[in-house]
């Protein structure tokens, strides 16, 4: 799977763990040099609080697209540190 915003490759990997229909990029796949971390955080019911990541050249546009789970709840454990997108990042096979 790819994730691309615009022209950029923001992350890759064929094990991706696909959740409630998102995919979830391992850590060591992703380009964090092209992210930026965002100060907006939730919180899900199931997987504990969600901190939320921007395109680093793309403030404006690309605020917010992707999210993670540094320290889920037992029951997301496996999602611990991977990274999903939306907001206009496609995520496809590659």
Not at 32 to 41: G, V, Y
């Amino acid at each position: 799977m790819r994730a691309m915003w615009n022209d950029l490759v923001l992350a890759a990997s064929a094990d991706t763990i696909v959740v409630e229909g998102n995919h979830y990029f391992p850590p060591d796949s992703v380009h964090w040099d092209l992210l930026t971390p965002s100060e907006k955080t939730t919180r899900c019911f199931w997987k504990g609080r969600a901190h939320y990541w921007s395109v680093a050249r793309d403030e404006v546009a690309g605020a917010d697209v992707a999210w993670t789970y540094p320290v889920p709840l037992p029951a997301a454990a496996d999602i611990s540190g991977y990274l999903a997108f939306w907001r206009g990042v496609r995520v496809h096979e590659s």
